[in-house]
Each structure stands twice: as C-alpha cells, then as structure tokens.
C-alpha cells in the first residue's frame, strides 16, 4: 500500500489505460463499428487476409500490398479471439492494448525529459493522449494514426536516450525493432509512416544545431540512423510491395487531382483555419452542418466546442501555454525547445493544407514534390507534430516551473503549483469528454456506432463457408450499406466475416471497369432482363444473389427476378442462387473474340456470346495475335435522344442547354463501322412498344436517307435482333420514327382549367386561362402567397426510364418563374427537380430532363408562380407544356466473324490462396485463350508447365478482356500440361517478410547476447 | 507613493537608455510602419501587391528583430497577447478577426522560433567562442 502511494502516478496511468471500458459500460454485448471502422466480425479471416498483397473478397480482386501493414494489429485481435472470447471482448482488448500503448508510450518519454516531476509527465500523458485530434483516430479506430500516434513518443525517447548516450546500442536496437513493429499499422496510409520520420528528423535537426560540434553530429545522425534502419527493416515486408505499387500505379508528380480524388484537399482544408489548427480542431466533419435543421450531422458535441464560452477559453488556454513556455524557458534541453517550435511550425503550417493564407505552398509542395499526393489528408497528417509540440512545452513550462520555485522558500507556492496541474489535467479531460466517456461513437444516434450484430450473421458464414465458390452480389445497391441493426459499411458486410468473394456498389471506385459493369447488372435486374443478367452473372463469376431485407434503402424491393430463384433464408437475409448451367468458371477456355467499337461500353458484353471473350481492337497486345483476322465485333451506334440526355444530365447547369425546343417523335443512331461486313442490328429491349413500334412486323428505318424496312429475326427480353444488312465501312446515320406520346393532359390550356391549384398561406393566386386569337395559355398571379402552381399530373409507370419537360412561358413581372418535377408517393417524396425560368418578357421555350429515383411513385409537373415581397406581385404566364419519355434504347450493330468451332480444351483449377491458381489443360490441340476473371493487372503472370512439372518456355500475351479481366493468348504448347496463375507480388511480399524477421532475430541475439553477458 | 515613483523613475531612465541606443532604429520602424499604412491607405500596388494589414504586421514583426533588437521572449510575448486578443474575439464570436489575429499570433510564433534558432545555435555569431576563449 505504500509502495502503491509512492508511485501513485501508476496508478493513474492505469486508469487512463482503461479509458476504453467506459465506452461499454451499459451498452449490453454491443460492438463498436461501421464506415471507417470496420472491425472483423472474425479477426482470424482477416488476419489471414493481411497475407496476401491481392484482396478477391472485393468487387473481382484490389491489390492489398498497403494493408499487409495490418498484420501487427489485427494479430492483437486474433489471438484473444482464437482464445475463444466473443467479439465485444476481442474488441475491448483491441482498444485497451492500443489506448496503453499511447499512455506507456508519453509516459516513457515524458519520464526520459522531465524525470522527477511526476505532474509535469502526467501533463504530458494527458494532452499527449486526451485531445480533440484523437476524437476521429478512436472513432474509427485508424488503424495508421493509432500507430503514429503510439510510436513517436517512444521514438523520440529512444532517440533522445541515444544520442544523450544514456542507453546501449544493442538495447536500443532491439527497442527500435519493437517500434518498428508498433508503427508497422501506419504503413496503411505510408504518409503516417514518413510522419513518424518527419518528427524524429526535426528532433535531429534541432539536436545539430544546438550542438553543433563534429562529434556530436556524428553521433546523433549514428543515433538517427540506427533506429531508421532497423525500424525500416522491420517494416520490409509491406513497404517493398506498396513501393511497388505506387510506383506502378501512382504519378509521382503533379496534384492530387492525379489520385481521382477531386477537390479532396480543398474540401478537408476548408475549416482548417490557422485558428482552428493551433487549437486542434480542424477535422472536416465537425464543420458538417445540416442547412435546415442547422444542427451538426455527424459530430453532435462539436457545438459544444463551438459555442461554450468554457470550451472555446480552454481551447485557447493550451495553446497559450504552449507559447508561454518559450518566455519561461531555461537554458537546459535546448535542443527540446527549438524541436518542438519548429514542430509546432510545420505542424501547423501543412496541417492546413490548401487553406489561406499559407495553403498556396501546401499546393506548390504538392505540385512539385514527387509523390507529395501521398499526404493527401494534410490535417490527420501533420496533426500529430502539433499534439506533441503543444503536450511537450506545457510539460517543459510546469517542468522548468517546477524547477524554479524549489529554490523559492514560500510555503504555499508547491501546493500551488501542484493543485494548478491538477487542475489542468482534470480540465483537459472534462474538454475531452467525448473521448473518455465515448459519445466520439454517437450513442444513440441514427448513426452510433453501437452496433448488435444480428445472430443470422453466423448462420450465414457457415452456409458460405460450405456452398462452394462462385461470387456473391449484394442487393439492394446503395454504395453504403446501412442496416436497421445499426452497421453503416462502406464494402459488402460479407467481407467482414467470410473469404467469400463479394460483387457490390462501389464508393471508393465507381468509375473502375468492373464498376461500370456491376452497376449494368444492378440495371438489368430491375428492369427484369433476365437474359441479361445471366449473361453478365456468367461474365462476372456470379453465383448468387445476396438480398439484405434489413438494408434501409430505397432500391426497389419487389424484384420479379428473385420469386423464380431458389433460395437460403437466414433471419433477414437471403441467398438466390443464379441457375447453374449458366455459371461460368473463373478460370475458362474461349477460342473467339468479339472487338468492341468503342471498347468501353458495358451493354456489348452483353451482346457477346458465353464461347466469345470481348476485347479492345486498339489494346497493342490484342494485336500482336495474329490469329484474328475473322473475329467478330460489336458496334455501338450514337443515340441523338441520349446523347442530348447526357449532355443535359453531365454538362454543368447552362441555359443554352434549356431554352430550347425538342423534337421527340424521331431518334437519329450514327454508326462508323470498321469493315464492309454484313451487320445485325440490335435494338434495346426495354419498353419499345411505349414508343409505337411494334415488333410483330416489320420496323422502318431510314438508313442514310432510304427508307428500309427491318425484319424482326428473334427477340429476347433484353434485345432486339433484326435481319443482316450489309454496311460499307465508315460513317451511317440511321433515323427511326417514334410515337412519343405527350405524358400530362391539359398543358395547352385548350381543355380547360383541368390542373390542379398548388401552394399554401395567406395572399391571393389567380388563375386566368386568356387567350389571343385561338391560341390559350395561362396566366397566374400571385400577390403575397408562398409559391403557387399550375399542378400536372404524369401519366408515368416507368422511373426506370427519363423523361422530357418542355413548357412555353412569358415573365410578365414580379419574382422569376419556375417549374419543378416532383416525384413521391403516399408517404415520401423522394426527389425534386426546380428549374427557374429567365426572366424574359417574351414567349420563349424552355425545356428539361428528369431521371427518376427508381422508385414505383407518382410524378408531378408545377408551372410555378413564385413569392414576392413587391405588393404588385408575380405574373407569368404559361403554354405548350409536354411531357415524353427520352428514347434511351441503344443500338448496336453485330458482325459475327468466322467462328472458331474447334472444341475447346478442357480446364480444371484449383484456388490455392487469393494470389495463386493452379491447373490442367487437357486436349489443346489449337491456339486458345485462357480468360481469369479477376481484375486485370499486369502483374499476374500465367507459368505453364509440362507434365513432368518441367517450365514450357513460351512467349504469352496477357491482355485485358471482358472489360475488367485477364486473358492469356496460348499457342505452341503440347496437348496435355499444368499451368500457374500467380501474382508476383506477392514475391516482394515475401522477401519483405524475410528481411523483417531476420532483423528482428538479429537484434534479439544481439540483446540477449548483451544480457548474458552483463549477467556474468 | 514615493518608493512607486522612485520605481517609475528609474525605469524611466532605463526606457530612455534603451530608446537612446534605438533612436535611429525605433524612427525607421515608425517611419516604415507610417509609410506601408498611408501607401494602403490609398491602395499602393493594387491590385498586383495589395499592402494588406497582414502584410503590415509581418513587415512590423520581421523589423521590430532588426531596428528595436526584439529577442525571441519579446517575440513570443507579441504572440502571445496576439493569441490573447483572439482568445477575446473568438468568445464575443468575432470569428472573422479572431482568424486574422490567429495568423499574426502563428506570425509572431514563426518568427519567434527562427530568432531562437539563431539566439541558440552554435553557428550563429553571437554563440561562437570568442578569440579570448578559443586560446
């Protein structure tokens, strides 16, 4: 007990390491998780994942080289789950390791500069280990930061001890390697990992200045460098494969616009504010406010640090204290103060990133330093330098404090000085509540990160576990996967328990190939095309349909698709499994080729038969095969009622697009095709018969100016396909006649007044059909009244399709006139569209384009008369209104080529791990194509093999086919042999792995060799 | 009363021993400072080089270390009543003032660390070991 109260700071750093417990106090067997979070709801799969530079779990396979980094803390996971405890006792311990970790980690340091004032460590501890910055670190427990923000405490002691020549070099050594292994998680994100170094670099750099003697710089740079290397050698095994692929992947120079993330900076640095950096608290999504409600949408306590007049004095008080420990500075540990400031600086300076005023040299820095992209989230980055620069001068201020009035002989200065730091640190942890008590996880919240993980979740996993391979797509679509049990996840939920391969909505990538082509499917499924669907199932290695009822979405849940499938129930979740004689294996023999024109266009796959690979014409390795003189090709042909769409839909908002009228009633296709060939049209499916064409006889198209009738050769429920017509090569234009039916009643205003009258409040809306000569129009006055309307009802049934608005108006005077597309049904209104009208005091046509939410709801056109303030009122005038749907159907044009009808050999694999596949080929008697539908890289590489496992030396042609997967061109090999699909990789992987355990063995000899020796 | 004046005179004295040794120094900084706030005034540079108070500020930090002889404490204390003020603006939610006296706060700080480097460093003039000392 007294040993207990002469060491009671231990005491209180035990405590601070059981911060994490708070959080579940009363929060049942729940489990912290969601969006960035993502703890495995089986550590040892995930685990076991982290050994694979190639992750297939995700949409057909992402290379993984960076998250190898994870080893380390999904270990700490794994090994109290293998031990048998359940998923909220796994996750506890997880937290408590990690938030130790930070507690130990300041503390050895704060112990190595202020040893003998046990408050002045304290202090740093706290501010070190309890500040806003932490709140988004823990909240999705980063996995990178929390290794940054562990390791660079004792970075810096080890450093500071070596260079002070307080501590040996083997021990040392062996203390970086453990180091080493802590700070590995920050290889995630590599730029945490350079920061760790940044820091130790500035502490050298003050260190040489200060003590600027020949002999001193050689010992600190020997100090520096001993612990780079070694805890670079440790941390081998991921850094060599993620040099590998940015180096292969991303530019070294130029902005970050490079990365695809457009304006990611600008929209992280817009509250990162001087201000707001010094007092830490510049993360984005505290800033985040909703425009109605004007109540914060993520972070509900950041209005605490916005407007509490004791929060936002606190907020200015660290800082302060930071700047006054540099007036009450001694003349020990100078290299500690001019460290520090000079992180305090940069710290703030580049965790500003592109805000003004010093926001232009972040940009200059990122345009002209390579691969500066890297440091793409500046404030998560460099917030680290101003916790530790700020936490280390309040800790050097009470030190020095400390030191001062030991020589002072007034009773009561000690225990002021004492109760002042208590003080201090009891605040910083009331400033910090979110943190310590865990509302950092939005407790009852919508949104909290609470989560009870229904038990059908493991039913499940074992019934994935046991059907086999073959992918699994979710359904609905929504990018974020938002479940009623709480789980907000960015990726399939699947991946979080199962090595199952998963197909799902793309956040992180929309626009990648098999993006495009996921997004087709999802397509096709709700307009039930079901041919379609099993054509692109069969191309994307589909094998069943994972239907989550406990997904809020507004995806539409009644898929007519899903009632003719067998299916698995668990709880709220169901497996449709797609018929399997149409699955097609993931490693697959084809002998013919269908080139796209233009490749990228994911309906031609559709078009593509299940024996055929599809390709580029213009890919320079297609074209080294010199065996495709007769393959076949899909032409796309140019719809004008699309592209205008488009052009609509993706132009920024202009009104050259919109005062304009349309002619609906015909769509003009312009074709270019390759080579004189004989050419099948092929014509969309999808509802043609809303446009008057009828499909039971003949169709007439012009074709360049000729009127030709198309005959009807067979149909299914995705296409269309017409007799062969022989084109020329080049350019053909090609016109269809529609009957496009106008969708609202009454628009011209002939009819009556058979509108409905829209708008609430006091004031007076008049509504007046006048009319000059024949022609009638309506004429609405509002005087004083919220926006009134003229109401059109849409005779709509099909949101999957697009619609045109097209109204003739006439701004009298008052506020500018408006239309707006609503669309909702009993309870919702899910979406609408307000376009104002120019003010413009003559007739003049305007018209639109409004796609749907793919909902079953009603649709309604308001001719608007808006509010004004002005006594005399709103006057405009309105005609002509007309409503059609847009003739998206496209049409492709199909040569079908010589067909290779030699059989195709026989293919057999093996999945030995997500990086290696291994097979037999039997009966290849011809060239053929070995298609492996995982995304391509150039970096998979196919070895054949003898059947005496001797390697065939052959050339192969590996190319992109299918539109995201791999293809190997393979001739002049024997009937009968073995091959490997590898990812090389993985290789690096390996030699990293090496390299990192034969450090960490080294420097263990060399300590205990040390220890035996001291022990003697 | 007359230990206080006595104080104040003494001060005095040193003030004026101070200023004496600064005069030159002390009327080029009043006549720098005078000079960039009339050439703002009326819009000297605009709209290429805009003279803005910010600018005003660093340039008054920058020679107040050069014509006053300000060390790096004096700097730090500018930074820190800088801090202070916008301490005081941010609680009456003053948010745009509050900003700006943040940036000459981080200024001063700035400004502040380099004068410590070169107070500190070895291989500044003024730490080098004289002749006297080397022998």
């Known amino acids: 007990m007294k040993k207990l109260f002469q060491h009671w700071e231990y005491v209180v750093l035990f405590i601070f390491c059981l911060t994490p417990v708070i959080w579940f106090w009363n929060k049942g067997g729940a489990i912290i998780n969601g969006v960035d979070t993502n703890f495995p709801l089986d550590p040892l799969i995930w685990l076991q994942r982290r050994f694979f530079v190639w992750n297939d779990t995700a949409n057909a396979g992402i290379d993984f080289s960076s998250s190898t980094a994870g080893i380390f803390f999904h270990l700490v996971q794994a090994i109290p789950y293998s031990l048998g405890l359940n998923l909220q006792q796994v996750q506890i311990i997880s937290l408590i390791f990690w938030f130790s970790l930070i507690i130990l980690s300041s503390y050895i340091f704060a112990r190595t500069i202020f040893s003998g004032n046990k408050l002045a460590c304290l202090l740093f501890v706290v501010f070190y280990s309890f500040n806003p910055y932490l709140f988004n670190t823990w909240e999705n427990v980063k996995v990178a930061n929390l290794a940054l923000v562990a390791s660079i405490p004792t970075g810096l002691a080890l450093l500071y001890l070596l260079m002070e020549r307080r501590i040996g070099k083997q021990e040392a050594l062996l203390y970086s390697a453990v180091i080493g292994i802590i700070l590995s998680g920050g290889g995630i994100n590599p730029a945490y990992f350079i920061t760790f170094f940044i820091i130790l670099f500035i502490f050298l750099l003050a260190r040489i200045i200060i003590k600027f003697n020949s002999d001193s710089i050689k010992n600190s740079v020997r100090s520096f460098l001993s612990i780079f290397i070694v805890i670079f050698l440790i941390n081998l095994f991921w850094i060599i494969p993620t040099a590998n692929f940015i180096i292969n992947n991303i530019s070294t120079s130029g902005s970050i616009e490079n990365l695809g993330f457009t304006n990611w900076v600008d929209s992280l640095s817009e509250n990162t504010s001087l201000l707001n950096v010094i007092r830490i608290q510049g993360a984005w999504d505290w800033y985040a406010f909703d425009g109605i409600t004007g109540l914060p949408i993520f972070i509900p306590y950041a209005l605490n640090y916005f407007y509490h007049p004791a929060f936002i004095f606190y907020s200015f008080l660290i800082p302060a204290l930071a700047i006054l420990a540099f007036v009450f500075r001694d003349n020990q540990k100078k290299e500690l103060w001019l460290a520090f400031g000079i992180m305090l600086v940069l710290g703030v300076l580049l965790g500003a990133g592109t805000h003004p005023p010093t926001g232009s040299l972040f940009r200059f820095l990122s345009d002209h330093i390579p691969f500066f992209s890297l440091f793409r989230s500046p404030w998560y980055l460099f917030t680290p330098l101003v916790i530790l620069s700020v936490a280390g001068l309040v800790g050097l201020l009470f030190y020095n404090l400390g030191e001062r009035i030991k020589g002072i002989n007034l009773p009561l200065l000690k225990p002021i000085g004492f109760l002042i730091m208590l003080l201090l640190i009891i605040c910083n942890l009331l400033y910090t509540y979110p943190l310590v008590t865990g509302k950092i996880f939005r407790p009852g919240r919508n949104d909290s990160f609470y989560v009870n993980p229904p038990p059908y979740i493991s039913e499940a996993k074992n019934w994935l576990l046991a059907s086999g391979n073959g992918r699994v797509i979710g359904y609905p679509d929504d990018e974020l996967e938002k479940f009623n049990w709480g789980y907000i996840g960015i990726e399939s939920i699947l991946n979080l328990f199962s090595n199952r391969e998963a197909l799902f909505s793309s956040l992180n990538a929309p626009k990648a190939s098999v993006s495009t082509l996921i997004k087709e499917f999802y397509l096709t499924l709700k307009k039930d095309e079901q041919s379609s669907v099993a054509s692109l199932a069969a191309r994307l290695n589909i094998k069943s349909i994972f239907y989550k009822k406990d997904q809020s979405s507004l995806a539409p849940g009644n898929i007519p698709y899903f009632s003719k499938l067998p299916a698995e129930t668990f709880g709220e979740w169901q497996f449709f499994k797609l018929p399997e004689e149409n699955f097609i294996p993931k490693i697959t023999a084809s002998n013919n080729f269908m080139f796209g024109y233009p490749y990228a266009n994911s309906k031609s796959l559709l078009l593509t038969p299940n024996d055929s690979i599809y390709v580029n014409p213009e890919d320079n390795m297609v074209n080294k095969i010199t065996a495709l003189s007769n393959s076949g090709s899909i032409v796309y042909s140019e719809n004008s009622q699309k592209k205008a769409f488009d052009s609509f839909r993706l132009d920024k908002s202009k009104l050259v697009n919109r005062l304009l009228t349309r002619d609906l009633s015909f769509v003009d296709f312009v074709v270019e095709v390759p080579n004189d060939s004989n050419y099948r049209p092929a014509l969309e499916r999808y509802r043609l018969e809303d446009f008057g064409l009828d499909l039971t006889k003949e169709v007439e198209v012009e074709v360049d100016g000729k009127k030709t009738p198309w005959q009807v050769n067979h149909m299914t429920d995705s296409f269309v396909y017409f007799a062969p017509i022989f084109f020329t090569a080049g350019e053909h234009k090609l016109t269809i006649r529609l009957q496009n039916k106008n969708l609202t009643f009454g628009g011209n205003f002939n009819e009556g007044y058979v509108f409905k009258k829209g708008g609430e409040g006091m004031g007076v809306g008049k509504y007046l059909i006048e009319e000059i000569g024949s022609e009638k129009y309506l004429s609405i006055v509002n005087i004083g009244k919220p926006d009134i309307s003229a109401d059109f009802p849409v005779a709509y049934s099909d949101p999957m399709s697009s619609y045109y608005i097209e109204l003739k108006y006439k701004q009298i005077y008052g506020n500018n006139g408006a239309v707006h597309i609503a669309q909702f049904n009993d309870n919702t209104l899910f979406k609408v569209q307000v376009e104002r009208l120019p003010n413009y005091p003559e007739w003049q046509y305007f018209s639109l384009y409004y796609e749907p939410v793919m909902l079953n709801s009603t649709l309604r056109v308001e001719l608007v008369a808006p509010f004004t303030a002005d006594p005399l009122g709103t006057k405009v005038l309105y005609d002509d209104l007309r409503v059609q749907k847009v003739f998206i159907n496209d049409l492709f044009f199909i040569s079908e080529g010589s067909k290779n009808t030699q059989p195709l050999p026989k293919v057999s694999f093996k999945k030995i791990s997500p990086v290696q596949y291994e097979g037999e080929i039997k009966d290849a008697s011809m060239p053929f194509i070995l298609n492996f539908s995982e995304n391509y890289s150039p970096q998979w590489e196919l070895t054949l093999y003898d059947e005496a496992n001797k390697k065939i030396a052959n050339k192969l042609i590996h190319f992109s086919a299918n539109l995201y997967a791999n293809a190997w061109y393979i001739e002049n090999t024997p009937q009968n042999y073995k091959f490997r699909i590898y990812y090389l990789p993985q290789n690096l992987f390996k030699i990293g792995l090496l390299i990192s355990l034969v450090t960490f063995l080294v420097v263990l000899t060399l300590f205990v060799k040390l220890k035996l020796k001291s022990t003697k | ?135």
Do not use: C, H, Q
Request: proline letters at 2%; a positive charge; charged letters at 20%.
């Open chain 2, 1 to 135: 009363m007359r230990d206080l004046i006595k104080i104040y005179s003494e001060r005095i004295k040193e003030l004026e021993t101070v200023v004496g040794g600064r005069l030159l120094g002390l009327f080029i900084f009043n006549v720098v400072l005078m000079s960039l706030i009339l050439m703002r005034s009326a819009g000297y540079f605009a709209p290429f080089f805009p003279i803005s108070i910010n600018f005003i500020v660093l340039v008054s930090i920058v020679l107040s270390v050069s014509l006053l002889g300000i060390r790096s404490r004096g700097i730090f204390l500018l930074s820190l009543s800088f801090w202070g003020f916008a301490a005081l603006l941010k609680l009456f939610n003053i948010n745009v003032w509050a900003e700006r006296t943040a940036i000459y706060a981080y200024e001063a700080i700035v400004v502040g660390v380099i004068l410590y480097l070169f107070e500190n460093s070895k291989l500044s003039k003024s730490n080098r070991p004289k002749i006297e000392d080397r022998k």
